[in-house]
């Protein structure tokens, strides 16, 4: 899910079963091509920004290893699809749908993400 | 190929015009198959009676191919079987061990046990201290002897064979006083001697009676070529000459040869490398046929006159001919063990073609020494002469003669009784067919009979990429290597296409990538995808683009863009383990640590709550750190004067080391001072692969230093580098790079060696697997000789290692940017990770992992 700028909102279906937005950090708290690891009501939640400014929000935890890290992952591209590999065994997730390009049965859940006056906003249910 | 022992008049007068493969792959199959069969029925107790080469390579194929006997093997040397072929790098720093063969599992091996006598009506074998071994089945492999010629004094003081190993520690003892020696006999194993009385600093002169040196395997006019070169390098070449007398001094001592002609050599050394003669006295005191002239009578199954004794090796007679060389016998051996197990398989006449390169000058022949007609090609100025001997119609090649360079060995030598790919003078100024078809059963390795159909099914079926995937299924070029180039051309030529594409994102090789970057002096990874590339990159090729970025310009791995690139290691500078938190690992140079950092260790471990393990490379490893204790672990251990260390990522991990002479009663160099000045040299270096090395102060190699990317291990005169050693998946023990170093010398010779690597090796190759690929003499020609002219440049780009090296994780605490990234949450920096938790186990602590629950979609 991604969001260019302020004005831009997630998408409906998304924002309907979120609890609202959390303000989690400052947009230049990211560095591009990274990402970062956010607490939410308990939940781990990586944020990364993308080359152009995008912005994508996984749950951290990294079901190939059981360890929360794959906000720690090595952001790229595959095709055209935005990702992030598992710095544990290097499996790729697309940052678009959670979904592992590797082993397409397996999906991360996704989270709605935006910035809000410089501030990156995340919504989880 | 290359000689086992020298070869005299008795061995190998065949005709060479004859091109032979003996055991076709058809053969070998129905060989196997019918091994199969029997193998499980033999349970029988076989002897092998000698302990060299071929016996070796006779009792591995048996074992490999399950022979489910007895195998007991005889050997009269007190020392196990050795690599022959590689005796002279024993004086050149290799050690016994260096050239010794593994006894296979289950094989009874009696050393020092010269056999005396068969009974064959029993089936029983006597030794000389009188145990006496039954058998079903018995090899005689009894290999050769050297022939001395029995001219006056040969006995003297300071006369010597060149055969063993303890021959050579005798001419090595005897170097130490003397400062000239001479070698009786111009052949290729008295070249050999020659080089190694050279390099052991003597004066050093060769006597051949022929006409010009080398007369097996080069004509007249090769043979005044090779002199040239040999001349060159200050020897004295005696030829068309005899030996009179050796002359001693008064205390008995040689002190020079006297010539037919009266002129003497001044020379305290002889050896005598004039041929070899079977070792055949044991078949002829038990009544087996031997011939006229020495060896044993063998058949095409290698079968003496007793169907329950075969022979193999330099000491068999086959068609009324002796072999020395290695290929040969160790087909011998091979087409031995294939009867005993009940196969088919049948010894022919061999190939003699030989290439080698002896005092830095190429020598190769192949095929027939004479022709219809002959082409030649002569350059006076670099010393080069090849001829082509080829048929009246000048279309079929029947052989050839190189010396000064041997291209036309590699490219010509398959199409031996063929027709020529091109008119023979265009094939020499060329250097070869501009597009070879080599017939399929072309033999491509003549050491293990490996023809160009094998090599090509092989790299088809297995889908083979490279030189050293080659060697592991084939065994192609594993023995004296000189068929590389050829496997090289295969694999280019072979249509698989190797794509040599990093990633979806380039479609470069690494080193092409490296030479880009250089080149077009590229300094970020968003230029170079842009410019050579495409998308933005992935975990293969940023961690590959971040590590050439800082092997050539250096810098902080998280400077600016370049933080994006790195593996989460090298990103938060510690190494992750499976429950997500990371483990620190202090460098400790060379394994040397005073007690009160030791304490610092210790108590930085108990206040952190860390799970502490002595690593294999003389460290201690603190497990169990979440990333924002990171700071606080290394600030406390920068207080105490330390650096942490890389345990993880593309870059040198450590420099083990033995204690040294030091302390050590048995060491001979500061094997410690050493390790520590190479891992402060090195540290930090961003290379293809981990780069692990160790220095040993001396030969007994206590800091297993054959096992690294490189390795040195201490001699009396400086240090011997050993490179391309691995453990692991592949183990591979280091081959022996330069000798006798003096620790300048060393030093640069690892600056570029280890720089060449990081230009030219793919990612995630280690030296090992590179140095096969590259070939272990063009890797010594690029480094030792400069033969690219890029020495200079490899130096230059080491210096600015050096210069710019600093401590990455000092940068890391001296840097608020840097320093706010190690918290686990950005929205909550002083909440640990829930998800971390840990159990006690022997009083330290261990992770709770979680569970693994996929979520399916």
Known sequence: MTVLSEDLHGDLRESSRSTGWTPVCA????????????LVGGRQIAVFRTFDGSLYALGNYDPFSGAYVLS??????????PTVSSPMHKQVFSLLTGVCLDDAEVVVPTYPVRVAGGTVEVSAP | ????????????????????????????????????????????????????????????TLVDRGFDGAITVLGEEPRAAYDRVALTSYLAGKSAEDLTYPVPDGVTLRLGARVTGIDREGKVVT???GHAEPYDILVLATGSSPFVPPVPGKDLQGCFVYRTLDDLDAIRDASRGATAGVVIGGGLLGLEAADALRGLGLSTHVVEMGGWLMPRQVDEGGGSVLRGHIEAL????????????????????????????????????????????????????????VGERGGIVVDDGMRTSDPAIYAVGECALHDGVVYGLVGPCFTMAEVAADRILGGEG??????????????????????????????????????????????????????????????????????????????????LFTGGPANMDL??????????????????????EKGLTDVAGIKECTRAGTTCGSCIPMLKQILVKSGVEVSKALCEHFTYSRAELFDIVRVRGITTFSQLIAEHGSGRGCDVCKPTVASILASLHGGHILDGEQAALQDTNDHFLANIQRNGTYSVVPRIPGGEITPDKLIVIGEVARDFGLYTKITGGQRIDLFGARVEQLPLIWKRLVDAGFESGHAYGKALRTVKSCV?????????????????????????????HKLKSAVSGCARECAEARGKDFGIIATEQGWNLYVGGNGGFTPRHADLFASDLSTDELIRVIDRFLMFYIRTADRLQRTSVWLENQGLDYVKEVVLEDSLGICAELDAQMERHVAGYADEWRAVLEDQDRLRRFVSFVNAPGTPDPSIAFVPERDQVKPVLIPLEPVRS
């Open chain 2, 660 to 688: 040294g002479s030091t302390w050590c009663r048995y060491g001979v160099q500061d094997s410690v001072g050493l390790a520590i000045a190479l891992e402060l040299r090195y540290r930090g270096l961003r290379s293809p």
């Open chain 1, 72 to 81: 720690r992952g090595i952001v790229g591209t595959r095709g055209e699809e």
């Open chain 2, 346 to 427: 049948a010894f022919a006449r061999a190939d003699l073609s030989t290439k080698l390169k002896l005092l830095g000058v190429e020598v190769a022949q192949f095929g027939a020494m004479d022709g219809a007609l002959d082409v030649t090609f002569m350059d006076p100025v670099t010393g080069v002469y090849q001829k082509l001997f080829v048929s009246d119609d000048a279309r079929t090649l029947l052989g050839g003669i190189c010396v000064g360079d041997a291209t036309p060995y590699n490219t010509l030598k398959p199409f031996v009784g063929r027709e020529l790919p091109g008119s023979p003078s265009e094939l």
């Open chain 1, 27 to 38: 947009y230049t708290d990211l560095m591009p091509e990274r990402g970062a690891c956010v």
């Open chain 2, 439 to 460: 017939p399929d059963d072309a033999q491509v390795c003549s050491c293990n009979n490996v023809t160009h159909g094998q090599v090509c099914s092989a790299i088809a």
């Open chain 2, 1 to 60: 190929m290359t000689e086992l022992s020298g070869t005299d008049e008795t061995s190998a007068t065949m005709d060479r015009g004859e091109e032979s493969a003996s055991m076709t792959p058809e053969r070998r199959a129905d060989a196997v198959s019918g091994a199969n069969e029997e193998a499980s029925a033999t349970g029988a107790r076989l002897v092998v009676v000698g302990h060299g080469p071929t016996a070796y390579r006779l009792i591995e």
């Open chain 2, 127 to 129: 030794t000389a201290d």
């Open chain 2, 234 to 289: 200050g020897l004295g070449v005696h030829t068309g000459a005899g030996v009179k007398e050796i002359v001693a001094g008064p205390e008995g001592r040689v002190t020079g040869l006297v010539k037919p002609d009266g002129e003497t050599i001044e020379a305290q050394v002889v050896v005598f490398s004039a041929g070899v003669r079977p070792r055949d006295e044991l078949a002829r005191s038990s009544g087996l046929a």
